[in-house]
């Protein structure tokens, strides 16, 4: 299942995200990854929660994005949810091919039976079609 949080910056999104990772490692048995643009979730996060900084690599676009996703998957089959906080803060790029990046999540979700929660900083009356399919309300911390 592929939910996606959006709303403009600044209004709590991350603290959310944060916050169901850590609920959601403490209630399965498979493991969580999340990944942002910077440490600052690392010192709130549970400790196991593999984190990911993408600022660790480098030129991350969609297509990097999608080829980083299959790797962690095929380096651990356990994994039960991703969490990716600011999905285009961690791509260098907008660009039509997120369109297809949202519909190779979805393949993967459904494929590996993992869940993915991201975050987009984006208007709601900004909301491409791709990514309204997906969306889903949340409550701010």
């Known amino acids: 299942m592929v939910n996606v949080f959006c709303d403009k910056r600044g209004v709590g999104k991350t603290k959310v995200l944060i916050s169901m990772a850590n609920e959601k490692v403490l209630s399965d048995k498979g493991a969580v990854v ?4 910077d440490y600052a979730p690392c010192y709130v996060l549970d400790r196991r929660i593999r984190f990911v900084c993408t600022k660790d690599f480098d030129s991350i676009d969609a297509d990097s994005i999608y080829g980083f996703l299959c790797g962690l998957i095929s380096g651990n089959y356990d994994i039960d949810a991703v969490y990716i ?3 285009f803060n961690v791509s260098s790029s907008i660009s039509k091919e ?3 990046l949202f ?3 979805e393949k993967i979700s459904s494929k590996n039976g993992i869940d993915f ?4 900083n984006i ?3 900004e ?3 791709y990514i309204e399919q997906y969306r889903v309300e949340y409550a701010l911390a």
């Open 98 to 100: 997120e369109a297809l």
């Open 34 to 37: 999340y990944i942002g643009d």
């Open 127 to 129: 909301i491409p079609n």
């Open 85 to 87: 906080d600011g999905i």
């Open 103 to 105: 519909h190779n999540i």
């Open 117 to 120: 929660f991201i975050n987009v």
């Open 123 to 125: 208007y709601s009356d």
